[in-house]
């Protein structure tokens, strides 16, 4: 996930915490308003019935002979008032209540104001009634009002964070993210300086910057290292070919030391061609190879069965090509594509069975292009399995055949170009080899 992406996403988390925190209070502060509300409108009905009483007397409300109580209520039923006679006696006594009241037959739920007070030694009780679906009602609506605003907040700020965020990301996102997807080639890396007002990015590319140049200049005292090494190694190798290949043709070598001079002569051409290989895994490894070609599968493997067919036919095997003709790979390199493929039907050759079968096929499994190279031969020993990759092990110690370097280099080769290799094998059975591939260098036309 994308940081601009989870600091919005931890952003919008924290406003939507914050946020409901504050609805709850919200809730709790529009209810004590609507009852303080509620409260001040009943002292105010109270105010003014007093005061009306105090006008008109109190046997305008009542006749205490004939009847003790009067009681009135409004069209709506959503306010009424009482006022009794109060065997308590308790003048002056203010008290708020939310109580049921049953008026013609239906039932009420009603903020009550209670109030006793004094007229001419005679003690009543004044009761007004409001009914609580108003402030329900009130509450309900200040609700989804506070509701419907906190959303529309809420969404301002999101993507306000997430434009504030992409702003102030920006940098990182254009030029050290491209910077960092060139890293692994120092030759296509990106030195330049970065114009930021964030100190914490300017300081990143300029780390990035000054590793790469280090990166740069071990590599180039790799390569040069690399180079001297072949030379120096390669001309005092083929000078001593060169002597023992005079000492043979010159006729003045006792017979007795021929045999023992040409047994030099294939360890100085072993050497040479261990010393080959280790360089061209060190060149691999280095990225010293353009990845630039286009090839078709199916051309390439038939040269190579072509060049290697004579091997196949001194042990009567048979291989068969079944890559399509218009199944093409691009990016990599011609030239080591070749070798990795050599080495695998090299080796199916060499540890197979006289007259047996090698097949060479290519499928798409998922998001990978797969090019199989099996075989029917003498398979691997499970517990070699795992390191048949490693340099100097060969899947048969005791053939005495190769270097044991051949799927070192194998191996090299696929994961230089972004691949992988594996290995199934049965012993007695046979062996499957299958490179895989990303699908988006594949042109592939047909599936097996």
């Known amino acids: 996930m994308r940081l601009e992406l989870k600091l919005a996403l931890i952003g919008a988390l924290s406003k939507i915490i914050i946020f409901f925190i504050l609805f709850m209070l919200m ?41 003790s109580v009067y009681a009135s209520y409004n069209m709506l039923k959503d306010e009424y008032i009482t006022i009794d006679l109060d065997p308590q006696k308790s003048s002056g006594k203010l008290e708020f209540s939310d109580e049921a009241r049953e008026i013609e037959g239906d039932d009420f739920d009603f903020r009550i104001l209670n109030y006793s007070f004094q007229i001419d030694n005679q003690h009543y009780m004044l009761e007004i009634g409001k009914n609580i679906q108003l402030i329900y009602s009130l509450n309900k609506m200040m609700k ?38 060139t890293i692994t080639n120092p030759e296509t890396f990106d030195f330049s300086e970065l114009n930021s007002t964030t100190s914490d990015f300017v300081y990143l590319n300029n780390a990035l910057n000054e590793l790469m140049h280090k990166v740069t200049t071990i590599l180039k005292n790799q390569q040069k290292f690399t180079a001297d090494v072949s030379h120096e190694l390669f001309t005092p190798i083929s000078i001593m070919q060169s002597k023992l290949e005079n000492l043979l043709v010159s006729g003045n070598l006792p017979e007795h030391f021929v045999a023992s ?16 290989a280790l360089l061209l895994i060190a060149r691999i490894e280095n990225d010293q190879f353009a990845k630039t070609d286009t090839i078709k599968v199916r051309e ?29 790979l691009s990016n990599v390199n011609k030239s080591l594509f070749y070798i990795l493929m050599f080495n695998l039907v090299s080796n199916a050759i060499k540890y197979n069975i006289e007259g047996g079968k090698i097949r060479i096929a290519c499928f798409e499994t998922g998001s990978k292009f797969c090019i199989e190279v099996i075989d029917n031969g003498i398979g691997i020993d499970q517990d070699q399995i795992s390191t048949i990759f ?35 094998s049965v012993k007695g059975e046979g062996s499957t080899f299958r490179i895989q591939f990303s699908l988006k260098n594949v042109n592939s036309s047909a599936l097996v």
């Open 390 to 424: 490693n340099r100097f092990k060969r899947a048969d110690p005791n053939s005495g055949e190769g270097y044991g370097l051949g799927l070192s280099i194998v191996s090299s080769i696929a994961n230089y170009h972004n691949g992988s290799i594996e290995v199934q």
């Open 300 to 328: 390439l493997v038939d040269e190579i069965i072509l060049n290697i067919e004579d091997r196949a036919e001194m042990k009567n095997i048979t291989i068969e090509n079944l890559i399509h003709p218009n199944d093409t």
């Open 27 to 67: 809730q709790q502060v529009i209810d004590r308003q609507a009852i303080r509300h509620t409260d001040r409108d009943l002292i105010k009905m109270k105010d003014k019935t007093l005061a009306i009483v105090d006008k008109i007397g109190i046997n305008s409300f009542l006749n205490i002979e004939r009847d």
């Open 261 to 276: 001079v040409l047994d030099q002569q294939n360890n100085l051409n072993r050497l040479q061609q261990i010393i080959k």
């Open 144 to 181: 989804n009002i506070s509701i419907t605003v906190i959303l529309i907040v809420l969404m301002i700020t999101i993507m306000f964070d997430v434009g504030i965020n992409k702003y102030l990301l920006n940098p990182l996102n254009k030029m050290i993210l491209t910077k960092l997807k």
